[in-house]
């Protein structure tokens, strides 16, 4: 049962321009949520998070909104550079929760 | 300091054979999760070890079992293997049961394939 769903497998986006990628969840006991990415042959790498009590989280390039109403969520790069091509995995905690439930990731492609 | 390490990095086993899988934590840390990422799928969590002692668990059965050593480094084994085991195996070292996932940090994966 995918409790968080990421529909989109792959993004290809042209340097300097914006990547948006989304995170759906069906869980609405959810109240963190996380992106992580990951270059071939390395770990998954902790990117930015937000709590369910916030819509809106910023990070230099890296922005995360949050629309609970929907149970939606999504991660902005502005402005996509080459070093930003990797998957792109969203997780999602219960409170005072360890176990992260991840999507299926979103492989982003950079073009110069 | 010493991020995550897990060995080996390749496996190739058959059915039916048993496999451990080895993760050392990053200094410091006393919570090691393992986490099983299937070809195409995220990752999955199999369980938690702190403080020596299983802490949680997800969705998988018996024959993956674990342990955790006083220098909480930590070993998967998985029994009786079956095709669908095939997968990037992750491990994730944190402080304190990790209560955000920010403070896991992840180790490279071991990659596993049954024949």
């Known amino acids: 049962d995918q409790q968080v769903k990421q529909n989109s497998p792959s993004l290809s986006v042209q340097e300097g321009r914006i990547s948006i990628l989304n995170c759906d969840y069906t869980?609405?006991?959810?109240?963190?949520f996380l992106w992580y990415k990951k270059y071939p042959a390395e770990g998954p790498t902790f990117l930015i998070s937000?709590?369910?009590?916030?819509d809106k989280n910023e990070d230099g390039r890296f922005t995360v909104f949050l629309n609970k109403s929907a149970k939606h969520l999504s991660l902005h790069i502005v402005p996509s550079q080459p070093g930003d091509s990797a998957v792109y995995f969203c997780?999602?905690?219960?409170?005072?929760?360890?176990?992260?439930?991840f999507g299926a990731g979103t492989t982003v492609t950079v073009r110069a | 300091e010493t991020g995550v390490t897990q060995s080996p990095t390749h496996l190739i086993k058959t059915r039916g054979q048993q496999v451990t899988l080895r993760c050392s934590s990053q200094?410091?840390?006393?919570?090691v999760s393992w986490y099983q990422q299937a070809l195409g799928q995220g990752p999955q969590f199999i369980f938690q070890?702190?403080?020596?002692?299983?802490?949680g668990r997800g969705n998988f059965p018996p024959r993956f079992s674990g342990l955790q050593f006083p220098n909480y480094s930590s070993e998967l084994n998985v029994n009786a293997l079956e095709l669908d085991d095939s997968a990037l195996y992750l491990c994730?070292?944190?402080?304190f049961g990790g209560g955000r996932g920010d403070t896991q940090y992840f180790g490279p994966g071991t990659r596993l394939t049954v024949l």
């Open positions: 994730a070292s944190s402080l």
């Open positions: 869980n609405s006991m959810f109240d963190y």
């Open positions: 937000i709590s369910s009590i916030k």
């Open positions: 997780a999602a905690l219960f409170s005072n929760d360890y176990k992260l439930s």
């Open positions: 200094s410091g840390h006393n919570t």
């Open positions: 070890y702190y403080r020596e002692e299983e802490n």
